[in-house]
């Protein structure tokens, strides 16, 4: 009996360790298995070679449609026929390889659809339409991504924020959109991967109990994730998190979590797939304002009637004109509404905008590498502090605004922004309102169901609907869903409308290398999912090393390039006027602290239609959402090069001089810059300050082993610390 005994509890010891051993070997598998991460795999065509006799071989890349020619295509559509309609055929077909698509484009027959707004959700329903075959045209009073699309916090995420109130809540619509949004995530990385990446999130821990909190809702985040999910949160001790984040304030802090989301260049993203529709078949034209729908006999929309807002910027006179389609979607995020109301006067606003006030700060305010989440702000809010671009951005605020074109983002916001921010960063570090180089307000647009009543209709997600006349709008959602909710929009189109999509039987060579076609089957279906955009086809991690071999650019230029371009980067490079120095080579910044070159210029206005200086400092390169001030300076420069290539007059420099600075107000410019003239700011005038940032440095000293400046200050006493702060306090 004792030896049977002994033997049961020894299979039951070994049945034990073999579970353990298992699970435990489960676990180390997930966590460290190998991981397929967007961006880091090679790219899917070669970089350029040299060829026989040493000959170098650029990648051929499709041409891109002139502004001319797409609105004359917008034009026979409603039976006007136009030399540029003529003429577009063969061009067309030199531009997408394929007779069938250029054919379709030139007929001057009716457009399948016409998309109202050129932002992330309008610009992916062009290309979603577009890329199955329809025939579509997408129009912007303003430039693509004017609006909240280039004005977000910059992150591709599912929003822990969310699914803790879909936990405590029990909210299954919270729920629903942090899933899809997880899914969205690694589609937006895949087929994106130049302009966005993986960014590891700091959520610092001050008591006990929120380790298993933040643990336990870090780890459900992976968990939704599932496949999709890139790298694992984990957990830092103090000393490990004070490493990651040196800035970190140092008081009750136990540790810190660590989850993975996605960063991305939102602007350049809106106009990648913009492009990107464009060389699908898209006819996609930009400050073309629609100024009344048009209706059938039936009382269905059959169209509706547009101007050239640019025209009219170069003093022409801009006669309207019809776009004729089967059917229309109103993708105009805030201004929803204005659209809705053209088709009906009477219909119920459903928008609900809600004001993001975002700041950004010099990069030394962040590790380069890690952001953070505040969770609990003294309001209860939220607040991201994330690095981006080389800088540091902070936001966001969440309050019932108006919507206007270009809101300008509070003082009252900003200052509780920088509050907020000194609250965990450590106590020697003064947060100073002159740190702030560019500030803006985005409006987001949250919608109310119109068949729900006004204190229950309010959704977080995306709401598709469609009007008795036939206007199908799409609203809400946030960026990281603009895929998805493309895909929605465009099936309900196919349905009401009775659409045929054929998909394109002779799809663009986008990667510009013949041999290497996209795989991704165009047969009809959405496959926006695996349709790689322009730019991400020759892209790798290592591009940039070619760049520089080949054109003699800057280290940190040849990354931005490639980082906002992707294969692309090579005509921009080609673009760089040569400098004259031993090296650089080529490349000539427009503002001294920033990688943007000339060549970027004129890139954007000979292939992402740039028709304003503020679509190229602001869309184009993102010099305006780093520092107001430095675009100031660049602004006569980037005025006199669009000139050239567009041939304006002094008449439209004036008139791009005045805008640029009036919405360079809307970033952030301090009051005292608006009255500056093109002359005061091309005599160095804008680093005279008149404002408090004039005092945060000693400017004028002669070097000495004690400056001047400081000599004059009390014993104890540092001009770059707060009177109260307790480094102060225990000197004196």
């Known amino acids: 009996m004792a030896t049977r005994s002994t033997s049961r509890r020894l299979l039951r010891a070994a049945g034990y360790l073999t579970g353990a051993t ?21 790219a899917s065509v070669p970089p350029p070679t040299y060829g026989e006799g040493g000959i170098f071989r650029p990648p051929s890349f499709p041409r891109i449609r002139t502004r001319e020619e797409q609105i004359a295509d917008l034009k026979a559509s409603a039976g006007v026929i136009t030399d540029a309609v003529k003429k577009a055929g063969n061009k067309i077909a030199q531009a997408v390889k394929g007779e069938d698509v250029a054919s379709k484009e030139a007929e001057g027959v009716e457009y399948d659809l016409l998309i109202i707004g050129g932002g992330a959700t309008g610009s992916g329903v062009a290309l979603d339409a577009a890329s199955r075959g329809l025939k579509v045209a997408v129009v912007d009073r303003d430039d693509f991504a004017s609006g909240t699309s280039s004005k977000s916090t910059k992150l591709v995420h599912g929003g822990v924020r969310y699914l803790e109130k879909a936990v405590w809540q029990l909210d299954y619509n919270q729920y629903k959109l942090v899933v899809e949004a997880l899914r969205e995530r690694r589609y937006f990385l895949d087929t994106a991967p130049h302009l966005s990446s993986w960014l590891p999130i700091m959520i610092p821990v001050k008591k006990a109990w929120q380790v298993p909190y933040f643990w336990f809702g870090t780890k459900f985040y992976d968990f939704l994730a599932g496949s999709e999910n890139i790298e694992s949160s984990y957990f830092l001790t103090r000393s490990k998190a004070l490493d990651a984040f040196p800035m970190l304030k140092k008081d009750d802090l136990w540790g810190a979590l660590v989850y993975y989301d996605g960063a991305h260049n939102d602007s350049r993203m809106n106009v990648s797939l913009a492009m990107t529709a464009s060389l699908y078949g898209a006819t996609v034209v930009n400050h073309l304002e629609v100024t009344a729908l048009e209706k059938d006999a039936s009382g269905k929309l059959c169209g509706a009637q547009v101007r050239d807002v640019i025209a009219e910027k170069n003093g022409k006179p801009s006669e309207p004109f019809m776009i004729k389609a089967k059917g229309i979607i109103n993708a105009t995020g805030p201004f929803t509404d ?21 700041v950004i700060l010099p990069g030394f305010y962040a590790p380069s590498n890690m952001g953070l989440l505040d969770p609990a702000t003294s309001d209860g809010r939220v607040i991201f502090f994330l690095p981006w671009q080389g800088n540091t951005i902070a936001g966001t605020t969440d309050a019932p605004c108006d919507v206007k074109q270009n809101p300008i983002a509070g003082e009252q916001e900003i200052e509780w922004i920088l509050s907020e921010v000194q609250n965990y960063l450590q106590p020697e ?81 986008v990667s510009g290398v013949t041999g290497f076609e996209d795989p991704t089957p165009l047969d009809g279906a959405c496959h926006t999912h695996n ?14 090393i070619n760049l520089i071999q080949h054109y003699g650019l800057e280290t940190e230029v040849a990354k931005h390039l490639c980082e906002s371009y992707g294969d692309r980067a090579w005509q921009v490079a080609a673009l760089c006027a040569p400098t004259e120095l031993r090296f650089p080579v080529r490349g000539i910044r427009i503002a001294t602290l920033y990688p943007y070159v000339d060549g970027e210029i004129r890139y954007a206005v000979r292939h992402e239609y740039a028709q304003t200086a503020i679509d190229v400092l602001a869309r184009r390169t993102r010099l305006t959402f780093l520092n107001a001030q430095a675009s100031l300076e660049a602004l006569p420069m980037v005025i006199d090069m669009m000139g050239e290539e567009l041939g304006w007059g002094k008449e439209r420099k004036a008139v791009e001089w005045t805008e640029g600075v009036r919405f ?58 707060k009177e109260d702060s307790h480094i102060v306090k225990e000197q004196q």
């Open 531 to 544: 349709l790689r955009l322009v730019g991400a086809h020759g892209f790798s991690k290592t591009l940039y």
């Open 664 to 721: 360079l107000g809307s970033m952030g410019l301090p009051k005292s810059k608006l009255a500056l003239t093109r002359e005061e700011v091309e005599r160095g005038e804008v680093g005279k300050y008149s404002d408090e940032e004039y005092g945060l440095y000693a400017r004028h000293d002669k070097p000495d082993e004690l400056l001047e400046s400081d000599s004059h200050l009390s014993t104890g006493q540092n001009p770059a610390l």
């Open 429 to 509: 570090i003064n947060v100073r309102r002159g740190d702030v180089l560019a500030a803006w307000s985005g409006i987001r647009p949250l919608v109310r169901d119109p068949k729900k009543s006004a204190s229950e209709g309010l959704v977080r997600n995306h709401l598709v609907t469609t009007s008795d006349s036939g206007l199908i709008t799409i609203s809400g959602g946030k960026w990281t869903t603009y895929r998805q909710m493309a895909e929605e929009a465009v099936d309900e189109a196919i349905s009401l409308f009775s659409l045929k999509p054929l998909g394109v039987p002779a799809p663009p060579l």
């Open 338 to 358: 204005g659209i809705r109301k053209l088709d009906d006067q009477n219909v119920p606003e459903i928008v609900a905008p809600s004001s993001g006030v975002h």
């Open 22 to 42: 298992t699970v435990g070997a489960g676990a180390l598998y997930v966590i460290y298995r190998p991981r397929d991460v967007p961006g880091l795999e090679a």
